[in-house]
Protein backbone atom coordinates (compact mmCIF):
# COMPACT_ATOMS: atom_id res chain seq x y z
CA UNK A 1 0.00 0.00 0.00
CA UNK A 2 2.61 2.52 1.02
CA UNK A 3 4.39 2.35 -2.33
CA UNK A 4 1.63 3.38 -4.31
CA UNK A 5 2.58 6.53 -2.22
CA UNK A 6 5.58 6.95 -4.42
CA UNK A 7 3.52 8.29 -7.74
CA UNK A 8 1.47 10.63 -5.30
CA UNK A 9 1.49 14.29 -5.40
CA UNK A 10 2.92 16.08 -2.26
CA UNK A 11 -0.50 17.23 -0.65
CA UNK A 12 -0.88 13.00 -0.86
CA UNK A 13 1.91 12.61 0.59
CA UNK A 14 1.27 15.01 3.57
CA UNK A 15 -2.26 13.89 3.79
CA UNK A 16 -1.32 10.25 4.05
CA UNK A 17 1.30 10.84 6.77
CA UNK A 18 -0.72 12.86 8.78
CA UNK A 19 -3.54 10.10 9.08
CA UNK A 20 -0.93 7.42 9.53
CA UNK A 21 0.32 9.85 12.29
CA UNK A 22 -3.05 10.61 13.53
CA UNK A 23 -4.35 6.11 13.17
CA UNK A 24 -1.55 5.86 15.68
CA UNK A 25 -2.05 8.88 18.42
CA UNK A 26 -5.77 7.16 18.65
CA UNK A 27 -4.99 3.82 19.07
CA UNK A 28 -2.69 4.52 21.73
CA UNK A 29 -5.30 6.91 23.56
CA UNK A 30 -5.65 6.38 27.23
CA UNK A 31 -2.94 3.92 27.39
CA UNK A 32 -0.47 4.09 30.41
CA UNK A 33 2.09 6.12 28.60
CA UNK A 34 6.01 6.84 30.20
CA UNK A 35 6.98 10.89 29.60
CA UNK A 36 10.31 11.99 27.72
CA UNK A 37 11.46 14.63 29.69
CA UNK A 38 12.77 17.07 27.32
CA UNK A 39 13.48 19.87 29.62
CA UNK A 40 11.97 22.82 30.88
CA UNK A 41 8.78 20.83 31.54
CA UNK A 42 8.26 19.89 28.27
CA UNK A 43 7.97 16.08 27.41
CA UNK A 44 6.94 13.40 24.49
CA UNK A 45 5.20 10.22 24.66
CA UNK A 46 5.61 6.46 23.21
CA UNK A 47 2.77 7.94 21.05
CA UNK A 48 4.39 11.30 19.99
CA UNK A 49 7.28 8.82 18.84
CA UNK A 50 6.15 6.07 17.61
CA UNK A 51 3.51 8.36 15.21
CA UNK A 52 6.64 10.24 14.19
CA UNK A 53 8.36 7.22 12.97
CA UNK A 54 4.94 6.12 10.92
CA UNK A 55 4.91 9.63 9.41
CA UNK A 56 8.46 9.21 8.28
CA UNK A 57 7.74 5.37 6.66
CA UNK A 58 5.36 6.98 4.17
CA UNK A 59 7.15 10.36 3.76
CA UNK A 60 10.78 7.70 3.26
CA UNK A 61 8.10 5.78 0.48
CA UNK A 62 7.22 8.39 -1.45
CA UNK A 63 9.92 10.67 -1.46
CA UNK A 64 13.14 8.97 -0.19
CA UNK A 65 15.29 11.73 -1.45
CA UNK A 66 13.73 14.62 1.00
CA UNK A 67 14.68 15.55 4.30
CA UNK A 68 12.87 15.33 7.31
CA UNK A 69 12.85 17.54 9.93
CA UNK A 70 10.82 16.00 13.30
CA UNK A 71 9.93 16.50 16.45
CA UNK A 72 11.16 13.94 18.07
CA UNK A 73 14.18 12.67 15.92
CA UNK A 74 15.35 16.08 14.23
CA UNK A 75 17.13 16.42 11.21
CA UNK A 76 17.58 13.27 8.99
CA UNK A 77 17.93 12.87 5.58
CA UNK A 78 20.85 14.46 3.55
CA UNK A 79 21.78 18.47 4.82
CA UNK A 80 21.96 19.63 1.09
CA UNK A 81 18.50 17.97 0.15
CA UNK A 82 16.35 20.01 -1.85
CA UNK A 83 13.03 19.42 -0.06
CA UNK A 84 12.00 19.04 3.32
CA UNK A 85 9.26 17.76 5.30
CA UNK A 86 8.53 19.55 8.70
CA UNK A 87 6.31 16.44 10.93
CA UNK A 88 5.02 17.65 14.27
CA UNK A 89 3.49 13.86 15.70
CA UNK A 90 1.50 15.16 18.40
CA UNK A 91 0.59 18.79 18.80
CA UNK A 92 -1.44 19.12 21.92
CA UNK A 93 0.99 16.32 23.88
CA UNK A 94 0.31 17.72 27.25
CA UNK A 95 -3.96 17.25 26.28
CA UNK A 96 -3.32 14.09 25.47
CA UNK A 97 -1.49 12.94 28.29
CA UNK A 98 -4.20 13.70 30.53
CA UNK A 99 -6.93 12.47 28.56
CA UNK A 100 -7.80 15.43 26.20
CA UNK A 101 -8.57 14.75 22.76
CA UNK A 102 -7.60 18.44 21.32
CA UNK A 103 -4.30 17.44 19.22
CA UNK A 104 -3.06 17.49 15.93
CA UNK A 105 -0.78 15.76 13.61
CA UNK A 106 0.91 18.31 11.49
CA UNK A 107 2.92 17.37 8.41
CA UNK A 108 4.34 20.02 6.07
CA UNK A 109 6.75 20.23 2.80
CA UNK A 110 8.97 23.30 3.83
CA UNK A 111 7.24 26.23 1.14
CA UNK A 112 4.72 23.56 -0.32
CA UNK A 113 1.74 21.10 0.79
CA UNK A 114 0.89 20.58 3.76
CA UNK A 115 -1.99 18.56 6.30
CA UNK A 116 -3.61 18.42 9.17
CA UNK A 117 -5.10 15.42 11.06
CA UNK A 118 -7.54 15.42 13.67
CA UNK A 119 -7.23 12.00 15.14
CA UNK A 120 -10.15 12.38 17.14
CA UNK A 121 -12.57 14.23 14.77
CA UNK A 122 -11.57 12.10 12.09
CA UNK A 123 -10.76 14.89 9.63
CA UNK A 124 -7.47 16.01 7.82
CA UNK A 125 -7.39 19.31 6.33
CA UNK A 126 -4.86 19.98 3.88
CA UNK A 127 -3.49 21.80 0.84
CA UNK A 128 -1.65 21.69 -2.38
CA UNK A 129 -0.39 24.91 -1.35
CA UNK A 130 -2.60 26.63 -3.38
CA UNK A 131 -5.76 25.77 -2.64
CA UNK A 132 -6.98 23.97 0.83
CA UNK A 133 -9.56 21.83 1.70
CA UNK A 134 -11.01 19.14 4.31
CA UNK A 135 -11.65 15.39 4.51
CA UNK A 136 -13.92 13.50 6.52
CA UNK A 137 -14.18 9.95 6.92
CA UNK A 138 -14.12 9.48 3.52
CA UNK A 139 -16.49 12.03 1.98
CA UNK A 140 -16.16 14.46 -0.57
CA UNK A 141 -13.33 16.85 -0.14
CA UNK A 142 -15.21 20.30 1.07
CA UNK A 143 -12.96 23.73 0.02
CA UNK A 144 -12.08 25.49 3.29
CA UNK A 145 -13.82 28.84 3.86
CA UNK A 146 -12.81 31.17 6.43
CA UNK A 147 -15.42 32.90 8.03
CA UNK A 148 -15.02 35.36 11.63
CA UNK A 149 -19.39 34.72 11.98
CA UNK A 150 -18.38 32.73 15.17
CA UNK A 151 -16.63 35.88 16.85
CA UNK A 152 -14.35 33.15 18.43
CA UNK A 153 -10.70 33.49 18.96
CA UNK A 154 -7.85 31.34 20.27
CA UNK A 155 -5.40 32.77 21.80
CA UNK A 156 -2.25 30.63 22.77
CA UNK A 157 -1.48 31.32 26.15
CA UNK A 158 1.16 28.63 26.78
CA UNK A 159 5.17 30.16 27.89
CA UNK A 160 7.37 31.47 26.81
CA UNK A 161 6.48 34.73 26.31
CA UNK A 162 9.82 36.38 24.25
CA UNK A 163 7.74 39.62 23.71
CA UNK A 164 6.52 40.51 26.71
CA UNK A 165 6.12 43.03 27.86
CA UNK A 166 5.26 44.86 25.13
CA UNK A 167 2.80 41.90 23.59
CA UNK A 168 1.15 39.66 26.76
CA UNK A 169 -1.87 38.01 25.04
CA UNK A 170 -3.31 38.03 28.36
CA UNK A 171 -3.34 41.42 27.73
CA UNK A 172 -5.13 41.33 24.68
CA UNK A 173 -7.88 39.24 26.36
CA UNK A 174 -9.00 41.88 28.39
CA UNK A 175 -8.69 44.58 26.36
CA UNK A 176 -12.32 46.39 26.08
CA UNK A 177 -12.95 45.79 22.27
CA UNK A 178 -12.00 42.41 22.82
CA UNK A 179 -14.59 41.16 25.32
CA UNK A 180 -17.56 43.56 23.14
CA UNK A 181 -16.65 41.79 20.53
CA UNK A 182 -14.86 38.33 20.52
CA UNK A 183 -15.15 35.31 22.66
CA UNK A 184 -11.74 33.92 23.76
CA UNK A 185 -10.64 29.88 23.52
CA UNK A 186 -7.54 28.17 24.74
CA UNK A 187 -7.51 24.62 22.91
CA UNK A 188 -3.21 24.56 23.49
CA UNK A 189 -2.97 22.88 19.80
CA UNK A 190 -1.91 24.39 16.42
CA UNK A 191 -5.83 22.14 15.72
CA UNK A 192 -6.80 25.58 16.14
CA UNK A 193 -5.04 27.33 12.95
CA UNK A 194 -6.97 24.59 10.88
CA UNK A 195 -10.15 25.66 12.64
CA UNK A 196 -9.65 29.17 11.10
CA UNK A 197 -9.00 27.94 7.75
CA UNK A 198 -12.42 26.05 7.97
CA UNK A 199 -14.05 28.63 9.72
CA UNK A 200 -14.85 27.12 13.02
CA UNK A 201 -12.58 30.02 14.82
CA UNK A 202 -12.22 34.09 13.34
CA UNK A 203 -8.42 33.86 14.40
CA UNK A 204 -6.07 32.47 16.26
CA UNK A 205 -2.93 34.32 17.96
CA UNK A 206 0.25 33.62 19.61
CA UNK A 207 3.35 35.19 21.30
CA UNK A 208 6.59 33.54 19.58
CA UNK A 209 9.62 34.74 17.43
CA UNK A 210 9.67 33.65 13.89
CA UNK A 211 7.52 30.88 13.26
CA UNK A 212 7.63 30.86 9.39
CA UNK A 213 9.82 27.26 9.77
CA UNK A 214 8.73 26.11 13.06
CA UNK A 215 7.61 22.70 12.43
CA UNK A 216 4.21 23.67 14.99
CA UNK A 217 2.67 26.00 12.77
CA UNK A 218 4.32 25.52 9.13
CA UNK A 219 1.32 23.30 8.38
CA UNK A 220 -1.58 25.37 9.84
CA UNK A 221 0.08 28.49 8.27
CA UNK A 222 0.10 26.95 5.02
CA UNK A 223 -3.84 25.71 5.22
CA UNK A 224 -4.84 29.25 6.71
CA UNK A 225 -2.75 30.79 3.76
CA UNK A 226 -4.15 28.39 0.88
CA UNK A 227 -7.62 28.92 2.48
CA UNK A 228 -7.35 33.14 1.72
CA UNK A 229 -7.13 34.03 5.59
CA UNK A 230 -4.51 37.13 6.54
CA UNK A 231 -1.11 35.91 7.66
CA UNK A 232 0.87 37.80 9.81
CA UNK A 233 2.90 38.30 12.86
CA UNK A 234 2.00 40.32 15.98
CA UNK A 235 4.10 43.00 14.66
CA UNK A 236 1.85 42.77 11.61
CA UNK A 237 4.37 42.16 9.27
CA UNK A 238 4.34 39.81 6.95
CA UNK A 239 5.84 35.93 8.48
CA UNK A 240 9.46 35.41 8.24
CA UNK A 241 12.76 36.61 9.55
CA UNK A 242 11.75 39.75 11.04
CA UNK A 243 8.31 38.96 12.20
CA UNK A 244 7.29 37.56 15.49
CA UNK A 245 4.13 35.54 16.62
CA UNK A 246 1.46 35.03 14.61
CA UNK A 247 -1.78 36.92 14.44
CA UNK A 248 -4.00 34.34 11.66
CA UNK A 249 -7.53 36.17 10.81
CA UNK A 250 -10.54 34.98 8.62
CA UNK A 251 -10.94 38.55 7.25
CA UNK A 252 -8.87 41.97 6.79
CA UNK A 253 -11.47 43.18 9.06
CA UNK A 254 -11.12 40.77 11.82
CA UNK A 255 -7.00 41.48 11.78
CA UNK A 256 -7.42 44.99 11.65
CA UNK A 257 -9.21 44.63 14.63
CA UNK A 258 -6.91 42.86 16.48
CA UNK A 259 -4.00 44.55 15.31
CA UNK A 260 -5.02 47.79 16.67
CA UNK A 261 -5.82 46.07 20.23
CA UNK A 262 -2.54 44.95 19.56
CA UNK A 263 -0.82 48.00 19.36
CA UNK A 264 -2.88 49.83 22.07
CA UNK A 265 -1.33 47.37 24.82
CA UNK A 266 2.01 47.52 23.43
Request: hydrophobic share 45%; charged share 20%.
Amino acid sequence: MIDSYASADDAAVATAGARAGADVVRSMYGQRLNRIDKGAGDFATAADVEAEQTILGVIRAARPDDAVLGEEGGQQGAADAVRQWLVDPLCGTLNYAVGNMLVAVNVALRDGAAAVADPFGGEVFFTDGETAWVRHDGADDALLTPTSATRLVDVNLDPPFPNAPGFRAVDLLAHPEFVERFRPRVVSTTLALAWVAAGRRAAYVTDGGDLSGSLHFAAGIALCRAAGCVVTGIDGVPIGEASRGLVVAADEETHGLLMSMIRSRS
